[in-house]
């Protein structure tokens, strides 16, 4: 091997080198309106599970009891969504007690790592929550109420389809410019 090569490769290799050696720098603002963003989600998935569990407690209170809707599926919905909006409570906590500006880019990182982990434990614990109450209400609703039935499954069709279309994306999005680096 000639001198000329060996001073080729060298400088190659100081190349290669100093580009692994650069910092990488948490973009601040872009990671904190990110953050707000997904605080904002999980609040709002608060408030909606609140309010749709007002449903069950009215028809609890109400005393009304039918065949279609029966008490154990009206105390298994409410039980379910005040579950979920603890959870949704919980996830919100743990969004605002993270510090971007003090946090270290692998921190951050491993912060959003575990926020995603949770957030997707949860929806899948809900998604199965969902399907074994819509599995039970369904299959009374198919008894008394053929129409009933079909317009529950075109709602849920809609929602299925606007949860994959728009919800996940959204969060999928925020998550990304939440670890962003410069």
Do not use: H
Not at 59 to 75: A, C, D, H, R, W
Not at 111 to 139: D, N, P, Q, R
Not at 158 to 164: A, D, E, K, P, V
């Amino acid at each position: 091997m000639e001198l000329s090569d060996l001073k080729k490769d060298m400088s190659i290799l100081e190349q290669v080198l100093a580009k692994s050696n650069e910092k990488f720098v948490i973009d601040i603002s872009v990671s904190e309106t990110a953050q707000t963003k997904l605080a904002k989600v999980y609040k709002q998935n608060v408030r909606n599970c609140l309010l749709v569990s007002i449903i069950p407690v009215v028809l609890l209170v109400s005393g009304s009891n039918t065949e279609t809707f029966p008490l154990y599926l009206k105390i298994f919905l409410l039980v379910y969504l005040l579950l979920a909006a603890s959870w949704y409570v919980f996830l919100w906590n743990k969004t605002e007690k993270i510090n971007i500006i003090s946090l270290t880019p692998v921190s951050l990182l491993t912060a959003t790592s575990k926020l995603k982990l949770y957030t997707l434990a949860g929806e899948i614990f809900f998604i199965v929550g969902l399907t074994v109450f819509f599995s039970l209400f369904l299959t009374n609703l198919w008894d008394f109420s053929p129409l009933s039935f079909g317009l529950v499954i075109g709602t849920l069709l809609f929602g299925i389809t606007f949860t994959l279309t728009f919800y996940v994306p959204k969060l999928r999005k925020i998550f990304n410019e939440m670890e962003s680096l410069k």
